[in-house]
């Protein structure tokens, strides 16, 4: 299910020409992305579930779940955790299983993304602010071509509970003042 992408980005490092598709399909550094720390921080707990779900004998969900608690907080953090693995889960059952990725325990390639891996951030990020264009766009990557509206409720449902600009996705109360 999850692929690395790293075998073929290490061969191509030495060859002096690397065609515009193998080009695509080498991972690119995240801070290219934009993507704010929030959407950042989901990168290695999305990992570690596409871990999980690619050899379930490492229980590599357990580590999505810590990194994500010791992250953000328990309530805070599970939450986003457990919508990220609903999110996931959709985005695999819409394309096959198949996804490219790299695997959360590649320090060396730790600050790069694939390009399916970039999609998804992108999708996120667009989402989180409620800019449809371009989110459509993300989640037809993601998609690939499919819009599928699974992937597309999970993918709201994080972005409107971990909104930007709301701590928590939660309506900010107003602020008594006192006055006199």
Partial sequence: MTVSVFDAARQHADSPSVSAQDAASLPAPV??????EFELGLLPVLRHFLLAHADPRQQAWQS??????????????????????????????CRDGQFACISPFDLENRACVTADEAALLRMLHHMRRDETPPARDAVAEVTQGQMDPHVIRAGLALAHRFAV????????????????
Avoid: C, F, N
């Fill in 31 to 36: 801070a290219s992305l934009g993507v704010d």
């Fill in 64 to 93: 999505a779940y810590t990194i994500a608690a010791e992250r953000w907080g328990e309530t805070l953090g599970l939450a986003a955790a457990h919508m990220a693995m609903k999110l996931l889960r959709a985005v695999l059952e």
């Fill in 165 to 180: 600009g709301r701590p928590g996705g939660r309506p900010q109360a107003p602020r008594l003042q006192v006055v006199g």
